[in-house]
């Protein structure tokens, strides 16, 4: 049995994204939040916020968390998204959630992404991360 590739989308060009600020697009009927980081590297989400239903995370709070570190070691630093509605936040590497404002833990899913030649490639279907229900939960 062979593993196929995840087919990768054109999105734009990485000179068309600002800085920490996310952008959204449309991958086979499906929307995806796609954000440049500082180091021009690009990350890709679902648009759709868990807690609240809405599409939204493209205008989201981009950030940075320091994950705990094993004994004395540092803890790494993960790029992040923290939702424009109730501020619950999540690894944009994972899609794990770092803060769900005491609520359940509601994952997003994230999507591979690349800048290839200039240009910004998302695949078309998310990796691990199970989608959560829109407004499965309340915060």
């Known amino acids: ?19 920490e600020r996310g952008a959204a697009a449309l991958l086979d009927g499906v929307q995806v ?4 980081l500082v180091d021009d590297s690009v990350r890709a989400c679902q648009q759709r916020d868990p807690y609240s239903g809405a ?37 944009l590497d994972t ?11 509601l994952p997003i899913a994230v999507h591979e992404a690349e800048v290839r030649d ?4 998302v695949s078309a279907r998310p990796r691990g991360a199970a989608v959560s229900e829109p407004g499965a939960a309340a915060p």
């Open 33 to 36: 939040a796609v954000f440049r």
């Open 55 to 91: 599409n939204v995370l493209s205008r989201g709070l981009v950030g940075s968390h320091e994950l705990p570190g094993e004994g004395e070691e540092p803890g790494e630093i993960v790029p992040t998204i923290a939702s424009p509605m109730y501020k619950q936040a999540w690894n």
């Open 118 to 121: 200039g240009r910004v490639l």
């Open 95 to 105: 899609g794990e959630v770092l803060d769900s404002g005491g609520g359940q833990k």
């Open 1 to 19: 049995m062979t593993t196929q590739e995840p087919t990768m989308i054109d999105i734009c060009a990485l000179s068309d994204l600002s800085v």
